[in-house]
């Protein structure tokens, strides 16, 4: 009599994120693990310290303790140190993923000591980017994913010129210096390019503030809420040029967003964008900050060569991203209990053949990871 086997299933994973998360982040439901590769649990306190799982994947450290009130906080910290010494006994893998280089607005005292204790658990770092400024020796790239059209017709070049911001509404995000920059244009010069503004408000003081800035100065657009993905497509492909002048920018879900509907952006100069640059070329333009009126000069379209820039995409497909975070999981995952300490783990990871080939093959940045192990 045949028994038969019940597929195998990779290790679970805790992720640091709640479901809503999901809905307002594309890039997170493409980490979520195909049927039967792994399974996986959103983010709860009670799982956390009382579940079980394999893995924990953090994301956003800063913003575990984030609760309204100093009482919730109070209780958030107290968990936060049953969830540490739980993940210290059971020796459970950390992975973090790193967003953003620092935080972009203040996030208190305990939430600053709490990204720092996380990031010194952290077994495994991976890299959206290949930034010069990222330390390959103590993680891999696995490259921010292009997003899925939500139509497969390829967008049309918009009728005439114009620019475009959208993502949150937030300060750190060089708004204002936008729209100072659109302001010193001539107004020979303003009557081609409008600009559209768009996206969900960090605050309604904020909104008001733009409004105030904008009110007497014709072409501009403030579209302050969130807008679902075709809404969101159909207003990036008529744009002729996406504009992200944020004052730090080290990654971007709307930059990678606004090159799968292939439209050019302008960005700041920085490690990161320097990289993208070397990887897209003419559909990544930068300035050196303070924006300029000049800056906002759309790029010319025989510059944008569509199947180089689809090609250049090739390695950051959703499915390409998924599969490797999830031979990620499953190496880690299934690494034995006594072979768990920091040293040892790595060493066990870098020693996988699979996961070498495939790594170094996605950014050959991942060169210097493995060599580690060599040395």
């Known amino acids: 009599m045949t028994v038969a086997r019940r597929p195998r299933t990779g290790p679970r994973v805790l992720y640091s994120f709640r479901a809503g998360n999901v809905d307002d982040n594309e890039y997170l439901a493409t980490l979520l693990p195909e049927h039967g590769a792994s399974s996986f649990r959103y ?3 009670g799982f956390a310290v009382f579940g079980r799982y394999q893995i924990f994947h953090l994301h956003w450290p800063e913003l575990l303790l984030a609760s309204p009130g100093r009482i919730r906080r109070l209780g958030n910290l107290i968990l936060l140190g049953m969830f540490v010494l739980r993940l210290v006994v059971t020796r459970t893998p950390v992975i973090r993923t790193v967003h953003n280089l620092r935080a972009h607005e203040d996030v208190g005292r305990a939430s600053r000591w709490s990204e720092a204790l996380l ?5 495994l770092t991976i890299f959206l980017n290949e930034s010069g400024e990222n330390d390959y020796r103590r993680g891999v790239v696995i490259l921010h994913s292009s997003y899925a059209p939500a139509s497969l017709v390829k967008p049309a070049d918009p009728a005439s010129p114009s620019l475009l911001f959208f993502g949150l509404l937030r300060p750190y995000k060089g708004i204002t210096e936008l729209i100072d920059a659109y302001s010193s244009l001539s107004s020979a010069e303003r009557s081609q390019p409008p600009l559209v503004i ?7 003081d904020y909104v008001a503030d733009l409004r105030t800035v904008i009110s007497d100065l014709p072409g501009v657009t403030l579209v302050p809420e969130f807008l ?3 809404a969101l497509e159909r207003l990036v492909s008529s744009s002729s040029m996406v504009v992200l002048p944020y004052r730090n920018l080290y990654n971007s879900g709307a930059l990678l967003h606004a090159l799968s509907c292939e439209r050019p952006v302008l960005v700041p100069s920085t490690a990161a964008t320097s990289a993208l640059r070397r990887e897209f070329g003419a559909w990544v333009q930068t300035f050196v900050a303070p924006l300029t009126a000049r800056d906002l000069e759309v790029p010319d379209s025989a510059q944008l060569n569509g199947g180089a820039l689809r090609d250049a995409m090739g390695r950051r497909s959703p499915a390409k991203i998924r599969s490797l975070h999830a031979l990620v999981y ?4 299934e690494t034995p209990y006594s072979r768990r300490r920091r040293g040892a783990l790595l060493n066990s990871f870098r020693g996988s053949t699979e996961v070498r080939r495939e790594l170094i093959a996605h950014s050959d940045r991942n060169s210097v990871f493995f060599s580690e192990h060599a040395s």
Request: net charge positive; glycine share 10%; aromatic share 10%.
């Open 43 to 45: 983010f709860s306190w």
């Open 119 to 123: 990031r010194r658990l952290a077994n």
């Open 198 to 204: 768009a996206g969900a408000p960090a605050d309604r």
């Open 228 to 230: 679902p993905k075709d």
């Open 330 to 333: 499953r190496e880690l995952g």
